[in-house]
């Protein structure tokens, strides 16, 4: 087991310490039999674009504060992918988009870890071109602050998840 991936110490059936708890996935109980699966998360993130340019937000809180990263979130029950997006852009950028506004990129794993538990998600990327460059930040505890960049100026480095670093890199880097 890596370190933040064993946030069990009891069965949270019988309260047994003879478990395994495989790959961060799956928990199982040797004494009572309870089985406990650790599925993906779903989450969206959004590369709005305007000219030359794609905006990204810098991190506030862990994981990776300080970092680059995408508007976004994790989708909630009930929700649609194409809901989460624009109700997750409402919420931190004051922006109100359509679906119909949504262009779908790819998919791509990803690895959140939040207080010592390791979530795994599926992170789905829309793009959506924008007509001017002036957003503004609505959830300041989420968000330090937010940067455009142009294509040619990106430092993967200084993004902050694997999966949206790939997802610039294999879409918007300029060769």
């Known amino acids: 087991m890596t370190a933040g991936t064993n946030f069990f110490n009891y069965c949270p ?19 009572c039999d309870f089985v406990l699966y650790h599925n993906i998360a779903a989450t969206v993130a959004l590369v709005f674009t305007f000219d030359n340019k794609i905006l990204f937000t810098v991190r506030n809180v862990d994981p990776d504060k300080g970092k680059l990263d995408l508007p976004g979130g994790f989708i909630d029950p009930n929700e649609t992918a194409e809901e989460a ?8 950028l004051g922006l109100k988009i359509k ?10 794993p990803n690895n959140y870890l939040y207080k010592n538990v390791a979530y795994r998600t599926l992170d789905i990327f ?10 503004t930040i609505n959830a300041k505890d989420e968000i330090q602050q937010l940067v455009w960049l142009k294509r040619d100026a990106i430092d993967l480095d200084a993004i902050g998840f694997i999966s949206i670093r790939k997802v610039i890199q294999d879409h918007y880097l300029i060769n």
């Open 13 to 31: 059936s019988c309260s047994s310490t003879n478990f395994e708890y495989n790959n961060n996935f799956k928990f199982y109980c040797y004494d």
């Open 126 to 135: 829309y793009e959506c071109r924008l007509t001017n460059d002036a957003i």
């Open 85 to 92: 997006a624009c109700r997750e852009i409402a919420e931190e």
């Open 99 to 108: 679906p119909s506004d949504l262009k779908y990129i790819t998919t791509s």
